[in-house]
């Protein structure tokens, strides 16, 4: 009886901290604000608001969204008709992925990113994205070295290239030249994480020329309560398997015993 005891615990053990908790089909989507003269805007996704109020430069958590086709709406922040954008996003469920406003308000659209979250020990993966829409071309580079992402023009985002993770100091220049367009000293690559680094803002005007570097993957944070699920089923899940796991056990430690006292 006692075997059968331990059976019935290492299996909830089990059950509990290795099985997912989370849909098993949802993917990961944040949202960012770049394009430099759009204002404040709120997103729906399939007609229910998700995210609310993001400025030029905002970059959203993780949400859970279910996998598949999705309507994705931006509008001024606080309005609910005419929206500046309409499009469709497809997405697969288990990856995370990086759903950036860029262009300039008159030719805004999506730009889309699947992002890699998996680490490796001592290393750091990063990618560039070029969101700057008046910028030429452009080489990222170590101060006064080879680049090492080459020729990216507006819109595009480069693959994802290994570095040691370490301090850097780099430079963004117009492609092929050695003018600085832009010098980023001191950039922290933490080992086992991966970056994207996003080129925005505008060369001539405002908001400047700016580069983020945001980390890629990571935890799933909770969708606002739009319908579109993912939040409840992800924090209802831990609770209610606890409480199957409790009763399990009293039930069969009851039956233990029974059998003991009989």
């Given at each position: 009886?006692?075997?059968?005891?331990?059976?019935?615990?290492?299996?909830?053990?089990?059950?509990?901290?290795?099985?997912?908790?989370?849909?098993?089909?949802?993917?990961?989507?944040?949202?960012?604000?770049?394009?430099?003269?759009?204002?404040?805007?709120?997103?729906?996704?399939?007609?229910?608001?998700?995210?609310?109020?993001?400025?030029?430069?905002?970059?959203?958590?993780?949400?859970?969204?279910?996998?598949?086709?999705?309507?994705?709406?931006?509008?001024?922040?606080?309005?609910?008709?005419?929206?500046?954008?309409?499009?469709?996003?497809?997405?697969?469920?288990?990856?995370?992925?990086?759903?950036?406003?860029?262009?300039?308000?008159?030719?805004?659209?999506?730009?889309?990113?699947?992002?890699?979250?998996?680490?490796?020990?001592?290393?750091?993966?990063?990618?560039?994205?070029?969101?700057?829409?008046?910028?030429?071309?452009?080489?990222?580079?170590?101060?006064g070295g080879d680049p090492l992402f080459s020729n990216l023009e507006f819109s595009k985002v480069s693959d994802y290239g290994t570095l040691d993770a370490g301090t850097y100091d780099l430079e963004v220049r117009p492609a092929g030249a050695t003018d600085v367009v832009k010098a980023l000293d001191g950039v922290k690559l933490d080992s086992g994480k991966n970056y994207t680094a996003l080129a925005i803002g505008l060369l001539e005007g405002e908001p400047a020329f700016d580069v983020l570097l945001i980390p890629d993957g990571g935890e799933m944070a909770s969708m606002p309560d739009t319908g579109l699920g993912g939040s409840s089923d992800t924090t209802s899940a831990t609770p209610w398997a606890v409480a199957a796991a409790a009763a399990l056990l009293v039930g069969t430690a009851y039956v233990v015993r029974r059998k003991q006292n009989a």
């Open positions: 009886m006692k075997k059968l005891l331990s059976f019935v615990t290492a299996t909830l053990l089990f059950a509990l901290f290795v099985l997912p908790v989370g849909a098993a089909d949802d993917a990961m989507v944040r949202v960012i604000h770049a394009s430099p003269d759009a204002p404040a805007v709120d997103i729906a996704v399939d007609g229910k608001k998700a995210v609310s109020g993001a400025k030029f430069k905002d970059v959203t958590d993780y949400l859970t969204l279910p996998a598949g086709e999705h309507k994705v709406e931006v509008f001024a922040a606080g309005t609910t008709k005419d929206p500046v954008l309409s499009q469709t996003l497809n997405v697969e469920a288990g990856k995370f992925y990086s759903v950036a406003a860029i262009g300039k308000l008159a030719d805004i659209k999506l730009a889309v990113m699947e992002d890699n979250g998996k680490g490796e020990d001592g290393k750091s993966m990063v990618r560039v994205a070029h969101f700057a829409p008046d910028a030429p071309a452009v080489d990222v580079a170590p101060k």
